[in-house]
């Protein structure tokens, strides 16, 4: 399993060219130079304080592919092979260090291939812990993971195989959802968990080493599992009761206002508010009801609506309906088929979820659609997902599991040769045209294009063979103990 879900990360990591996606060329930048400069792949600029200077394949790989538009593929960027500039768009504290040190050794002359490397890294990466967390108890989490592949396809297969700093943030939070609830689940079993703490503890370290806000994600999402697991079966108001559930209120609150801050402090590039705000001006109240009637806009933002890249990749809707249907049915299937006290707690975190996109826009009078993207409340919206499909108490039944993975793998492979098409022809080209014949870009080295294509959309479509084909009557309409 952990060979086939590589496989299909890794198909991802060629699939876009270097700077492919958002804010690349910032994190390239922050990779290649460190603070302090990173000879001889790049030096402090004599001249300019605080500057660098370093290849623009690694500085400012994507500029010529969005000035040019969607229909123009990567052949641009043979233009700037061996050009260097000076830049000061690196990292002085806005992310965590960690991610960018950790991938600064795959740093080499050649900045596509150093690139490769390091999205490759990630890939093997996922496949090994997120495969380590659902083998932990098979039983339980196989639910989990299939509704994780359906939410992932295509943008959090994306992200994770790219160098977007969010790789490791949406990595972490799989893993620290599944193993804290592992763990929990199955406390009075030293041998599940032992192994799965440590996981989630390593998936901690994960996330918090690569976007600050991320471990407030995690406290958010434990929070909730403990609620979850600890939930009283009959409610006495007393005084314990009250000063219980008002501590979960206020620390929820707290966790609340403070992921929101963060989300926006980690935003690397801004557009002026001032444009947007005018529309609004009175009171924000015109504002948070267009806001509101927006946030569905938003959330198919998680399933490909807005695109791919620095979302010039448009997709079909075909793809990204084939992921909100597919993730529609799963969590359909897990709130009908848990405790009444539990479809409260799940629809709680729904309005959670909800409430802290709209706070985020209406602190800077921010329209939904204009400046925050989906993919930072991305990582709590999966955590949401792995809970209310571990905590059902039926498995997934077969029609369910086989509806899902057409949807699925429908998603994952249109969206896989979108991509691809978008640099190595640019999308004024058909679809059904080869990928490998004629092609304006690629790269030197790897499979070719309609080879990366067929191995992603093959091994995506294994993975749920193998997952379907796992003993233990996984599929039974037997109760969850």
Same mark, same amino acid.
């Given at each position: 399993?952990?060979?086939?879900?590589?496989?299909?990360? *890794?198909?991802?990591?060629? *699939?876009?060219?270097?700077?492919?996606?958002?804010?690349?060329?910032?994190?390239?930048?922050?990779?290649w130079c460190g603070t302090e400069g990173n000879p001889p792949?790049?030096?402090?600029?004599?001249?300019?304080?605080?500057?660098?200077?370093?290849?623009?394949?690694?500085?400012?790989?994507?500029?010529?592919?969005?000035?040019?538009?969607?229909?123009?593929?990567?052949?641009?960027?043979?233009?700037?092979?061996?050009?260097?500039? %000076?830049?000061?768009?690196?990292?002085?504290?806005?992310?965590?260090?960690?991610?960018?040190?950790?991938?600064?050794?795959?740093?080499?002359?050649?900045?596509?291939?150093?690139?490769?490397?390091?999205?490759?890294?990630?890939?093997?990466?996922?496949?090994?812990?997120? /495969?380590?967390?659902?083998?932990?108890?098979?039983?339980? %989490?196989?639910? %989990?993971?299939?509704?994780?592949?359906?939410?992932?396809?295509?943008?959090?297969?994306?992200?994770?195989?790219?160098?977007?700093?969010?790789?490791?943030?949406?990595?972490?939070?799989?893993?620290?959802?599944?193993?804290?609830?592992?763990?929990?689940?199955?406390?009075?079993?030293?041998?599940?968990?032992? !192994?799965?703490?440590?996981?989630?503890?390593?998936?901690?370290?994960l996330t918090n080493a690569s976007r600050s806000e991320g471990?407030? /994600?995690?406290?958010?999402?434990?929070?909730?599992?403990?609620?979850?697991?600890?939930?009283?079966?009959?409610?006495?108001?007393?005084?314990?009761?009250?000063?219980?559930?008002?501590?979960?209120?206020?620390?929820? *609150?707290? @966790?609340?206002?403070?992921?929101?801050?963060?989300?926006?402090?980690?935003?690397?590039?801004?557009?002026?508010?001032?444009?947007?705000?005018?529309?609004? *001006?009175?009171?924000?109240?015109?504002?948070?009801?267009?806001?509101?009637?927006?946030?569905?806009?938003?959330?198919?933002?998680?399933?490909?609506?807005?695109?791919?890249?620095?979302?010039?990749?448009?997709?079909?809707?075909?793809?990204?309906?084939? %992921?909100?249907?597919? /993730?529609?049915?799963?969590?359909?299937?897990? @709130?009908?088929?848990?405790?009444?006290?539990?479809?409260?707690?799940?629809l709680t975190l729904c309005i959670f979820l909800c409430s802290?996109?709209?706070?985020?826009?209406?602190?800077?009078?921010? !329209?939904?659609?204009?400046?925050?993207?989906?993919?930072?409340?991305?990582?709590?919206?999966?955590?949401?997902?792995?809970?209310?499909?571990?905590?059902?108490?039926?498995?997934?039944?077969?029609?369910? @599991?086989? /509806?899902?993975?057409?949807?699925?793998?429908?998603?994952?492979?249109?969206?896989?040769?979108?991509?691809?098409?978008?640099?190595?022809?640019?999308?004024?080209?058909?679809?059904?045209?080869?990928?490998?014949?004629?092609?304006?870009?690629?790269?030197?080295?790897?499979?070719?294009?309609?080879?990366?294509?067929?191995?992603?959309?093959?091994?995506?479509?294994?993975?749920?063979?193998?997952?379907?084909?796992?003993?233990?009557?996984?599929?039974?309409?037997?109760?969850?103990?």
């Open positions: 399993m952990a060979l086939l879900l590589f496989l299909t990360f *890794a198909a991802w990591s060629f *699939a876009s060219a270097v700077g492919g996606s958002p804010d690349e060329d910032y994190v390239l930048t922050s990779i792949h790049c030096r402090k600029d004599p001249i300019r304080p605080n500057a660098m200077i370093l290849p623009i394949m690694a500085a400012e790989p994507s500029l010529c592919l969005r000035q040019l538009g969607q229909d123009y593929s990567a052949a641009c960027q043979q233009e700037i092979y061996g050009q260097e500039i %000076s830049t000061d768009l690196f990292n002085q504290g806005l992310y965590p260090n960690t991610y960018l040190d950790t991938l600064r050794v795959f740093v080499g002359s050649d900045v596509e291939a150093s690139v490769v490397k390091m999205r490759i890294f990630n890939s093997f990466l996922a496949a090994v812990l997120i /495969t380590v967390a659902v083998s932990l108890d098979w039983r339980r %989490s196989a639910d %989990s993971f299939i509704a994780w592949l359906v939410v992932a396809a295509p943008v959090t297969i994306y992200f994770i195989a790219s160098l977007n700093a969010s790789s490791w943030t949406l990595i972490g939070t799989t893993c620290f959802t599944i193993a804290t609830l592992t763990a929990l689940k199955n406390r009075s079993t030293v041998k599940i968990w032992l !192994p799965a703490t440590v996981l989630a503890l390593v998936s901690i370290w471990i407030l /994600t995690l406290a958010i999402i434990f929070v909730a599992i403990i609620a979850f697991e600890f939930k009283p079966t009959t409610i006495v108001f007393n005084v314990q009761t009250v000063v219980t559930a008002l501590s979960s209120v206020v620390a929820l *609150a707290l @966790l609340y206002f403070r992921l929101a801050d963060k989300i926006k402090s980690a935003i690397v590039f801004r557009d002026s508010v001032e444009e947007y705000s005018g529309e609004f *001006a009175i009171g924000g109240t015109n504002l948070l009801i267009n806001n509101i009637l927006n946030l569905p806009r938003f959330f198919m933002g998680f399933f490909g609506r807005w695109g791919l890249g620095w979302f010039e990749i448009e997709l079909s809707p075909t793809i990204w309906l084939s %992921s909100l249907e597919a /993730t529609l049915i799963v969590f359909a299937y897990s @709130l009908l088929r848990s405790s009444k006290s539990e479809k409260k707690l799940l802290a996109v709209l706070y985020v826009h209406q602190k800077e009078l921010v !329209p939904v659609g204009i400046e925050n993207q989906p993919r930072y409340f991305l990582p709590l919206f999966l955590g949401i997902v792995i809970i209310a499909t571990y905590r059902k108490n039926q498995s997934f039944p077969k029609w369910l @599991l086989r /509806t899902v993975a057409i949807l699925a793998i429908v998603a994952n492979s249109f969206a896989l040769r979108e991509t691809i098409r978008r640099y190595t022809t640019g999308q004024d080209v058909l679809t059904s045209k080869s990928l490998n014949q004629p092609f304006e870009w690629w790269w030197k080295f790897g499979p070719q294009p309609e080879t990366i294509w067929l191995v992603g959309t093959l091994t995506f479509i294994f993975l749920f063979i193998l997952i379907g084909a796992e003993p233990k009557n996984r599929y039974s309409s037997k109760t969850h103990d």
